[in-house]
């Protein structure tokens, strides 16, 4: 049941391959009202990409017709491909639920700050580069150079999130404590919004 008359944006990003996709699945049962914005890519699916679930998956032309449409919140070119939060979705989402999910990455979140959306925002830190890599090599999908472009991708990421709310190492088998510490800090975030 709905207990807050605004929800709260959760921006949940870290590197490719850093777990933010499996956290969010895992703190969906956790937290009460909660809810994941699927945001529009123009990438192909990846094996076990779930369409409407994991993303809206349109073809490059479309999404640049929805970009000079003003379609967009933010968007962001990644890895080249196109990624995107649709506007109308998050308020609506907002209004029916205490917590919305979004896995946007970092240029996204920035994008969001600069038109004032409030959120929360929590940024994974994997414990090395080099376990990042044999995770994105193991999920598959993914030619060598899109893999190469995913890591230099994520050293800038790593610097660019120092502004995010937390910044929590998420450790190779222990998905576990990374969930606990974003359902405490979720919960306390909604006790003290409804004591105000
Ligand atoms: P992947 O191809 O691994 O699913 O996603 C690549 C990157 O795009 C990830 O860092 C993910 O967080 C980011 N991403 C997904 N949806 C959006 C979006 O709507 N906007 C932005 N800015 N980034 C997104």
């Excluded at 349109?58 to 506007?87: C, D, P, V, W």
């Amino acid at each position: 049941m709905k207990t807050t008359t605004n929800g709260l944006f959760v921006i949940i990003s870290s590197p490719s391959g850093g777990g933010k996709n499996s956290v969010i699945e895992a703190l969906l049962p956790r937290v009460s009202c909660a809810t994941r914005l699927v945001t529009t890519t123009s990438r192909p699916p990846r094996p076990g990409d779930r369409p409407g679930v994991d993303y809206h998956f349109i073809s490059k032309t479309a999404f640049e017709e929805g970009m000079r449409g003003g379609h967009f919140l933010e968007y962001n070119f990644y890895a080249g491909h196109y990624y995107g939060t649709q506007k109308g979705t998050l308020d609506a989402l907002l209004h029916t639920h205490d917590v919305v999910f979004s896995q946007i990455e970092v240029n996204g979140k920035h994008a969001l700050d600069r038109a004032g959306i409030a959120n929360l925002s929590i940024f994974l830190v994997p414990e090395s580069l080099d376990i990042l890599e044999a995770r994105i090599r193991k999920r598959g999908g993914l030619g060598a150079d899109d893999i190469e472009r995913r890591l230099a991708q994520a050293r800038v990421e790593l610097e660019e999130s120092s502004d995010y709310d937390y910044r929590i190492v998420n450790k190779e088998g222990k998905m576990e404590e990374t969930v606990d510490a974003i359902a405490d800090i979720i919960t306390s975030r909604i006790s003290s919004h409804l004591s105000t």
